[in-house]
């Protein structure tokens, strides 16, 4: 298949998901809600207060609505993976996918751009209740918007890991929610121990967090920023090696039609 | 059996497939022609949607392979499952089929070519090409997902259960249409429905203990029912 072909597919995948999802209308309202029913809670309940201490930094609401914000784009990032290809193996759609010329994973990036493009809407709706209610702006540099949308791509590699295991193991969305859940408590979105911190450095919204914080709080960029974008390609590679890998194995134990 | 100097697009060599201790399909060889319509019959569970999988290379055998003509691979293969999945939802008909077609590789320009071509055979396109998927009725997405296949141009279309869901009119829409997009294309169907089988196929391959027992050119619906009751029946 030709490179403008391949962009050509890219571009229609993103406009069938696109379509699709603004069709599911009451999906993007329940998104909007549970984010900002949430959001609400923890600023209500003065959540993240060390984040303040920890950077230095006063408006530590700013630093917390930074993460959740980062949070939320992990989640698209997930669900770009795994939800879509959970559903598509219980709608039948995904062998088709499979079969056709276009590689992949074209097609799964172009889930991932939808998916961010969606999660804007829900973003958008968080920051401008932010500055409603709690009368927090948030300084985004182009350095935290780059960050942000990295750490998307990165925890969308984590997500292909995820969604080569249900496709050799069936019914993991129960853990897919557990983990996307897990993932406020153990990547300092909100406040983190220490110890905790050291093992999770290596996932992307970790060390998203740290830049985005660092850079708003100190102005500052340091290697954190290399890491990430390492940690992001290390992730992509491994999720779509541990994909295909499953995909084959799928394939020879005779499950990958049956969900 | 077709012998191997004829003209052929589809090969399937020595392939073996076992479930655990379950052979299901059993050293099976066969070249499906050119321009042919070829239907798999045997009792449910007896292998043929494993072989279809196997075709399509969503299943990788045991042993054995499946060759394709030259510049045509797997990916040339439309497979479209029984039921009424293989297609998305929340889009309309006209929206998966463009979709599938850029996925075959084609432009917008072949797609559209693609369209009025085969809606003139298949004028439900029409009337539902606007619909949400998840609105039509299980026959009509059955017809959508096999419209897809089509317009798309696949070399090798394989069908799951293929008047599945059908009314009378649209069954024999189906019948006409196969026929007439045949040409230059494998087309290899399963169905328990022998009226229609005998009305399209070219080739009726009875599958029995994983092989290709019984190929019969062009029968009729008596001959294929007394071949069923013969093979599979009898014994019992």
Known sequence: MSFDKIIKALAYEIKLELVSSFRYRFSIISDV???????????????????????????????????????????????????????????????????????????????????????????????????????????ISAVVLLALFINAIGMFGIGLVIAGFAIRYKRVNSLILLFQLGLLFITDTLPTSKLLLSITQVIPLTVCNKVIRENIAYSVTDNSFIVLLALTFLWLVVGYLLLNYHINKAKRHGTLLFY | ??????????????????????????????????????????????????????????????????????????????????????????????????????????????????????EKMFPIYRQIKNVLVEKLSYGQKRLAALFSAVISESKYILIDEVSEGLDLENVKMLKEFLKEIK??????????????????????????????????????EDQIIAAYVEMFMKSK
Not at chain 2, 85 to 97: I, M
Not at chain 2, 189 to 195: G, R
Not at chain 2, 203 to 215: E, P, Q, R
Request: with cysteine.
């Open chain 2, 183 to 220: 040409k230059d294309k494998v087309i290899i169907l399963v169905s328990h429905d022998y009226k229609f089988v005998s009305d399209v196929s070219d080739k009726v391959l009875f599958l029995a203990d994983g092989d290709f027992k019984i190929v019969f050119d062009k029968p009729t």
């Open chain 2, 1 to 118: 059996m077709a012998r191997r100097e004829d003209k052929y697009m589809l090969e399937l060599k020595n392939i073996n497939h076992s479930f655990g201790e379950n052979i299901i399909i059993n050293n099976l060889s066969y070249l499906f022609e050119d321009s042919s319509i070829n239907t798999i019959i045997a009792p449910n569970g007896t292998g043929k949607t494993t072989l279809l999988n196997i075709i399509s290379g969503l299943l990788i055998p045991n042993t054995g392979e499946v060759t394709f003509d030259a510049g045509y691979s797997e990916k040339d293969v439309s497979l479209l499952l029984s039921g009424d999945a293989n297609l998305y939802r929340k889009n309309t008909v006209k929206e998966n089929s463009e979709f599938f077609g850029v996925l075959m590789g084609l432009s917008k320009e072949e797609i559209r070519h693609n369209i009025e071509k085969y």
């Open chain 1, 33 to 139: 809600l549970v984010f900002s029913i949430l959001m609400g809670f923890m600023l209500s309940t003065g959540t993240g207060k060390s984040l303040g201490a920890k950077y230095n930094y006063d408006n530590y609401k700013e630093l917390f609505l930074l993460g959740y914000i980062a949070w939320s784009l992990a989640l698209a990032g997930l669900s770009a993976s795994t939800d879509s290809i959970t559903t598509e193996l219980s709608r039948g759609t995904f062998y088709r996918k499979l079969n056709s010329k276009c590689p992949m994973w074209v097609l799964l990036f172009g889930e991932l751009i939808a998916s961010v493009v969606i999660h804007l809407i829900v973003i958008a709706v968080l920051c401008l209740l932010a500055y409603l209610v709690w009368d927090i702006t948030i300084h």
